[in-house]
């Protein structure tokens, strides 16, 4: 029997979602239910953008895993309504799928696919992934160049990918930054500019 994934679902899953957002806000002294609030406030994204994103995450991840189960390791991350992929999958068809599946989600304005094409990357190489994410975070925030939450940052096997709404000189710092944290590989923009 298919498991039933509904609305009540997305219900428990979406406030989950909304507080790991949170981190950064966190990380600066404000509590998760406020963080939340306080998120949207500082991000140039419209609040209806901010949970347009959201959703689009949760059909994306669902479509995914109903097409692929187990089959391919893929994240999903929407920024402004322009998706990432990344991730493995074991064939170029599975990968052009992906593509397909995302674009089919109502108001999606475009999707950049990085997957690569290979075995799922361990769970050392995506807890290693983890913690040069939280360095790049951390590093953002000391630096006080920009409004941290801003640029959403996405690390897959050492390569950085940063997402936003930024203007130049927010992106060449952030990148300067992201590019000379230890294990970084490579850094990947996927920057919309406001100049």
Do not use: W
Request: aromatic letters at 6%.
């Amino acid at each position: 029997m298919r498991p039933i994934f509904n609305q009540s679902c997305l219900l428990m899953i979406f406030p989950l979602l909304l507080l790991t957002s949170c981190a950064p806000m966190v990380a600066v002294g404000v509590g998760a239910g406020a963080g939340t609030g306080a998120m949207v406030a500082e991000d140039r994204r419209t609040s209806g953008i901010f949970i347009e994103d959201e959703s689009i995450e949760l059909k994306g991840s669902k479509r995914l895993y109903e097409q692929f189960d187990n089959q391919a390791h893929i994240n999903i991350t929407s920024f402004n309504r322009i998706v990432l992929l990344t991730g493995e999958v074991p064939t170029e068809t599975m990968k052009e799928e992906a593509s397909r599946l995302i674009r089919s989600i109502e108001n999606v304005r475009n999707v950049i696919n990085e997957i690569t094409i290979g075995e799922k990357s361990s769970l050392g190489s995506r807890s290693n992934d983890t913690f040069i994410t939280s360095k790049v975070k951390s590093r953002f925030l000391a630096s006080g160049k920009f409004q941290i939450n801003h640029i959403k940052i996405i690390t897959e096997k050492g390569v950085v990918f940063l997402l936003g709404v930024v203007k130049r000189a927010e992106a060449d710092n952030a990148t300067e930054i992201a590019r000379s944290t230890s294990g970084v590989v490579k850094v990947v923009k996927v920057f919309e500019y406001l100049d």
